[in-house]
């Protein structure tokens, strides 16, 4: 999927896949990195962070003017416990959308509950 912004003018931007990215960003040793390349890594970083503000809504934006949406799992927490990916192919698998997990020390005692606040309102004691 590709898409761009400021189309036909001097700061004209691609967003490309990762992979597709690297492909592009030569050694530079003959200096052949372009600002073109640039602006497009810089680009596509902007539109697919791991998290951003939107526009008046809780979601995960592509910028992408055709399609808004990012249709993946999103998983919040740490990557592994105890040296073992969580997110396993069954939960990867699953019909679940948003995953939270915690971020406690693996040695934490406390380790199997997660805590998850939403804030709302002025006054923000816990």
Excluded: C, W
Excluded at 9 to 24: G, H, P, S, V
Excluded at 66 to 85: A, E, P, S, V
Aim: aromatic share 14%; glycine share 4%; hydrophobic share 30%.
């Amino acid at each position: 999927m590709t898409f761009s912004i400021n189309i036909g003018t001097d700061t004209q931007a691609n967003y490309k896949e990762f992979n597709d990215i690297l492909n592009e960003l030569f050694d530079n040793d003959s200096k052949y990195i372009s600002p073109q390349f640039i602006r497009d890594a810089a680009f596509s970083s902007y539109v697919e962070p791991a998290l951003k503000p939107t526009d008046g809504y809780i979601g995960v934006d592509s910028l992408n003017p055709t399609d808004k949406d990012i249709k993946l799992k999103q998983f919040y927490g740490k990557r592994h416990y105890n040296n073992n990916d969580i997110m396993s192919d069954s939960l990867l698998l699953s019909d679940t959308d948003i995953f939270f997990y915690n971020t406690k020390d693996d040695s934490d005692p406390n380790n199997n509950s997660t805590k998850l606040s939403f804030l709302s309102g002025i006054t923000f004691n816990m």
